[in-house]
């Protein structure tokens, strides 16, 4: 909660006890905790009321008038009379019951709190749009319409002054970031007020600050969201590599992602869905896989053309395009894994517990990351089979961790900001949840893109149970 929302629970909390005290003390606070509901609650109302402070208000307000009305009739000389205890208990049980379910909605759905990133570099972040002229978009039914992405890039940056503004979660405006609020929201079934607080929060980059002035070059690690997914949907995870000297290129799929609003103001909305027929489901999925797949590989394209000025850009001769990792969440690690058979360009893949969709061939040659929930009698039983297919017949050692107490949205931003139900968030908690994913990932990373020494074997178990898949073995 604000500041601004604790003065007014503390006020309205206040205000109900108030009745309780001694007459001496009665007026003075009575008339103090309602000075600072009321003007905390017209504060509120100019900054803009979230939807968990309205049973707060509402408590206060109930209370008020029992609270003000005896020291209004002894100000007229007129006898005061007050309720007998036993009936008021139950009035004053009920305003805090009210009162009380404003914090616990604001624990349940809060403005989501970015952890800092622990590497030696600030990030900046910059949203780029580009168009593919030889891919016509498939999604609708214009000849002349060509397959356009939206990503956003996080990169090691120069520090900014102590004060300036952080970067907007969702979006580059307020408005971009409730549009697809709303829709991420309507995609899994919520009212959008529900999740009002995820709009208002900041990251820890800062929207298009100068890049690090040290020299080096970044490896390349792009990212493709889950079905319905946005590209800032793993905001965490990709300040954490970007602290660490990555520069991370997150994708928003056009027709696929909830909302992507274009340079042009358009915003273009999910079609995709399930069909409800498990075959058709699966063959949906797989040509979703393969337009995810050919957009990753025309961003990397960019990226390289980015790298050598053409244009020249900020981040021109910075990056390390021979060392590229592809990943992705959900549906979107079904299109790394994709990608990396049909791209040579990729060195490793990361894939944040996504079915494998799409053909399996040819097998996959650079090593794979694969991060997953544990299995459960609700997970689909083809899923593991599937995934273990493919890290099986690669020619290079894949790992797979099951990390314990994790849930599929555990590998987003969900934690953050969702309901901390197990079996929606997993039970790592809001610190731990991105920190272990990101962890993992680095490690990984660290290995795979820049040769460093260590064992992943060794290392990667301290995330979770370690799969170790190695050339021509079978498990």
Same mark, same amino acid.
């Given at each position: ?61 109930f209370a008020l008038p029992f609270a003000l009305f005896p ?19 139950p009035g004053s049980v009920a305003c805090v019951g009210l ?18 990133? /622990? ?123 970007? /602290? ?27 079609? $995709? ?53 592809? $990943? ?43 991060? $997953? ?5 609700? $997970? ?42 197990? /079996?929606?968030?997993? /039970?790592?908690g809001r610190t731990e949840s991105p920190r272990v994913v ?38």
């Amino acid at each position: 909660m604000s500041p601004l929302e604790i003065l007014a629970l503390l006020g309205a909390v206040v205000l109900v006890v108030a009745r309780w005290l001694p007459p001496a003390a009665r007026p003075r606070v009575t008339i103090a905790a309602g000075a600072v509901l009321l003007l905390s609650a017209i504060a509120l109302g100019v900054a803009g009321i979230r939807w968990q402070m309205l049973p707060v208000l509402a408590g206060g307000a109930f209370a008020l008038p029992f609270a003000l009305f005896p020291l209004l009739r002894r100000r007229t000389g007129r006898p005061v009379w007050r309720a007998r205890w036993w009936l008021a208990l139950p009035g004053s049980v009920a305003c805090v019951g009210l009162i009380a379910t404003g914090p616990v909605a604001a624990w349940a759905f809060p403005v989501p709190v970015f952890p800092e990133p /622990s590497g030696d570099f600030a990030v900046g972040t910059r949203v780029v749009q580009w168009t593919d002229p030889l891919r016509p978009e498939t999604f609708t039914a214009d000849p002349d319409d060509r397959r356009t992405v939206v990503v956003q890039l996080w990169y090691p940056a120069q520090r900014s002054p102590a004060g300036v503004q952080r970067a907007q979660y969702l979006g580059r405006t307020e408005h971009e970031a409730r549009t697809v609020s709303d829709a991420l929201a309507r995609g899994v079934g919520l009212p959008g007020f529900l999740v009002d607080g995820v709009p208002r929060a900041r990251s820890h980059s800062v929207f298009n600050a100068p890049v690090d002035g040290c020299g080096g070059r970044f490896p390349v690690v792009l990212f493709s969201p889950g079905s319905g997914g946005v590209r800032t949907q793993n905001t965490a995870w990709a300040e954490e590599l970007a /602290s660490h000297g990555y520069l991370v290129a997150a994708l928003d799929h056009p027709y696929d992602s909830a909302a992507v609003v274009l340079a042009d103001g358009r915003t273009v909305t999910s079609e $995709t869905s399930s069909s409800g027929d498990r075959d058709k489901d699966e063959e949906l999925a797989a040509g979703w896989t393969a337009v995810r797949a050919a957009d990753l590989g025309f961003v990397l394209t960019q990226l390289d053309a980015l790298d050598r000025g053409e244009p020249a850009d900020p981040l021109s001769g910075r990056l390390d395009t021979g060392r590229v990792a592809v $990943t992705g969440h959900s549906l979107g690690g079904a299109a790394a894994l994709q990608a990396a058979r049909q791209d040579r360009r990729f060195d490793a893949v990361v894939d944040l517990d996504g079915y494998p969709h799409g053909p399996t061939s040819p097998a996959l040659d650079r090593p794979a990351l694969a991060l $997953t929930q544990a299995v459960t009698p609700a $997970t689909d039983p083809r899923y593991l089979p599937r995934l273990t297919e493919a890290l099986d017949s690669s020619t290079a050692t894949s790992y797979r961790i099951t990390i314990p107490g994790a849930a599929h949205l555990t590998f987003m931003d969900g934690p953050l900001y969702l309901p901390p139900v197990p /079996s929606i968030v997993g /039970s790592l908690g809001r610190t731990e949840s991105p920190r272990v994913v990101a962890a993992a990932t680095l490690a990984f990373l660290e290995a795979t893109l820049r040769d460093k020494p260590g064992d992943l074997a060794g290392v990667l178990p301290a995330y979770g149970e370690l799969s170790v898949h190695r050339p021509g073995d079978r498990h």
